[in-house]
């Protein structure tokens, strides 16, 4: 009987036990989930089945607000946060009245909603009077401690974080003394109540004095002073008009724009999305990605991390954009170096071609240039461009076959890595623009009588090897040297260009060179045997499309005679050679996109003169200097 009851206790124990521990339970994960955002780790993505609700305030509609925002959704969607779904937005605007901020704040602090996000930096100096209940998220503003957010980044109101886009005021000024070498005189106007465009101004008007220019400002109040105070600056006598992202100043900026065009006086602004309608260009902010990057800081307040715990962020993607309308209307031409693919015609998927000859590591570091140059310049395959790659691996009936293949087809722009391959194209296509690279000797082959007279839908880089270069350095490395050897293709235009001219440098320095002709890499071979035999001293091998692809055997053959050999290629040093004067092809491949930016941009190839490749290198094999027991001078070797 004691036995029973002593059971029956243990039981009800363990049931009331069972009771207060599940009854708990939800007290301990809100403990537990306090404990994480203390430290934290609050989860950026959306919790399934929870919805949410958002407050918005902005000064009032406008292109870099519409930027921001479909940043911000995107960023949104992409952590589960879905508008109009899981995430409701309640919007509300001061139309572009800074007086109205503290009201649509007020209002907005009274609204059922989880988080606010505050735009501008007026407003979130008026969200932080205004906003007492509810914790607040900032975007899109250039200054945020100046609005009061707080001492620093890391110091700030325990109610407010975000993330602040300080512009790119120093660039903006050396982008106009690029574009406009004379300038000295840059007029500017502004709300002298906004604190970003004080500190702007100010930042703008200290960098200037270190360029020479002068910046004459002058403030407005509202938006109706914007056209007079546009137009009293023009009178000024000033070179260039630059306005940076001022609420008031944007928000009449068909004003602006149009006065500058009515006194043909270029304008500059730091906001992308007005340049379209009218302005000459803006060295700006990509609002859209500041709006991506903003999401993730709203997605952890609204899962309950508090704003105190989360430092403030300043984020810029610089974008700079040209309006070519209004650059050929006031006739300015941008350095090659602002030139993007986004700038000629925005969202333009290009269709690229690209033919080789053959596979060396010439055309490999080419195609690498290319493609790096490409990058650089903004074009992402896949994305606004393709390419087709063609190589004809050496035989000329599949480059009549490649040839006939790219002709037939319709492309933006056509590069061209070879001399047979530009021969061969030149020939087919008359209309399509080509570049080429890694061509040795363009007017040997036919392109024009002179680098600025050619064939009008052609331009590009002669990769025409430094001969007086490299037999200078040969002879300070074996010093009485008499007698030079090197194979060439006598069906490679570009190769009995290149042995021509190797003759003549050697001839203007007292030495002999043999040549030895080959067609196939078996003659390659027999030839590298041939030549050791006629009393050479050092192999100075050209760079041509046959003798490129298989310079290892002519590499073997020096080994085996003990023959120092000396290249035009660098990855020759690499496999065996003393030293290599060569050609950047790599670069070649990255100048070739350069003339292409401009082919791109509007300008024909008939008006851009050929150009030689913009980088030599020298490269000396230490272990290939002892072995042939020969001392590259240090000078060259300082190179290395």
């Not at 630059?242 to 602004?269: E, M």
């Not at 610089?318 to 350095?335: G, W």
């Not at 002179?450 to 040969?474: A, C, K, R, W, Y």
């Not at 003393?578 to 950047?584: G, I, P, S």
Request: charged fraction near 20%; aromatic fraction near 8%.
């Amino acid at each position: 009987m004691k036995i029973t009851k002593i059971l029956n206790g243990i039981i009800a124990l363990l049931l009331t036990g069972s009771i207060l521990l599940f009854s708990d339970r939800e007290n301990r994960e809100v403990k537990k989930e306090k404990k994480q955002i203390v430290e934290g780790r609050a989860e950026e993505n959306a919790i399934p089945g929870k919805n949410y609700t958002v407050g918005l305030t902005y000064f009032g509609p406008d292109a870099t607000f519409d930027m921001t925002m479909a940043g911000l959704w995107d960023g949104m969607k992409a952590l589960g946060f879905v508008k109009d779904s899981n995430l409701k937005v309640i919007a509300q605007h001061a139309n572009c009245e800074i007086g109205n901020l503290q009201p649509i704040h007020l209002n907005m602090d009274n609204q059922l909603v989880d988080l606010i996000i505050v735009t501008s930096t007026p407003g979130i100096t008026a969200a932080i009077s205004a906003v007492k209940k509810h914790p607040m998220v900032f975007t899109m503003t250039y200054t945020p401690l100046e609005a009061g957010a707080g001492k620093s980044y890391t110091d700030h109101l325990p109610t407010i974080t975000g993330v602040g886009s300080f512009p790119p005021v120093e660039k903006t000024f050396d982008f106009i003394q690029e574009v406009f070498p004379e300038v000295k005189r840059v007029g500017t106007l502004y709300n002298s109540s906004e604190a970003n465009s004080v500190k702007v101004v100010k930042t703008a008007s200290e960098y200037s004095k270190t360029k020479g220019i002068e910046l004459i400002e002058t403030t407005v109040i509202n938006t109706s002073e914007v056209f007079q105070a546009a137009s009293a600056l023009c009178m000024r006598n000033i070179d260039v008009m630059w306005v940076t992202g001022d609420n008031t100043a944007v928000q009449a900026i068909h004003g602006i724009i149009k006065v500058c065009r009515d006194n043909r006086i270029p304008l500059i602004l730091n906001d992308v999305d007005y340049v379209n309608q009218g302005a000459l260009a803006a060295v700006g902010i990509g609002w859209y990605s500041t709006g991506v990057q903003t999401a993730p800081y709203v997605a952890r307040v609204l899962n309950g991390e508090s704003p105190a715990e989360i430092p403030i962020v300043n984020f810029v993607e610089e974008d700079i954009k040209l309006n070519m309308e209004v650059a050929k209307e006031l006739n300015i031409t941008f350095p090659a170096v602002y030139l993007k693919p986004d700038n000629p015609q925005t969202n333009k998927i290009y269709k690229f071609c690209l033919t080789h000859y053959n596979d060396s590591p010439n055309s490999e570091d080419v195609e690498k240039g290319i493609r790096d140059e490409l990058k650089n310049n903004g074009f992402i395959e896949g994305k606004n461009y393709s390419m087709k790659v063609f190589n004809a691996q050496g035989d000329v009936s599949t480059l009549n076959s490649i040839t006939e293949v790219v002709a037939g087809d319709k492309w933006d722009l056509i590069f061209a890595a070879s001399t047979p391959t530009l021969q061969s194209f030149s020939k087919k296509i008359k209309k399509t623009p080509i570049v080429f690279t890694n061509v040795g000797d363009p007017l040997r082959a036919g392109l024009g009588e002179s680098f600025t007279n050619h064939q009008p839908n052609i331009t590009g880089i002669s990769t025409m090897s430094d001969f007086e270069g490299l037999i200078n350095l040969v002879i300070e490395t074996m010093p009485g040297i008499k007698t030079i050897g090197t194979i060439y293709t006598p069906g490679e235009v570009n190769s009995v260009a290149y042995f021509e001219r190797l003759e003549m440098a050697a001839k203007k320095r007292g030495l002999t060179l043999i040549a030895v002709p080959a067609n196939t890499v078996t003659e390659v071979s027999d030839a590298s045997q041939a030549i050791t035999s006629r009393g050479i001293q050092a192999f100075t091998q050209i760079s041509d499309n046959l003798t490129g692809s298989c310079y290892a055997s002519i590499i073997k053959e020096a080994y085996k005679s003990k023959i120092p050999y000396f290249g035009f290629v660098s990855d020759q040093v690499d496999k065996g050679a003393v030293a290599a004067l060569a050609r950047d092809y790599y670069v070649a491949g990255v100048d070739a996109v350069k003339l292409a930016m401009k082919v791109i941009h509007g300008t024909s190839p008939a008006d851009i003169p050929f150009e030689y490749v913009s980088k030599t290198s020298i490269k000396v094999n230490k272990e290939a200097m002892k072995y042939f027991s020969v001392q590259v001078p240090a000078k060259y070797l300082s190179e290395d």
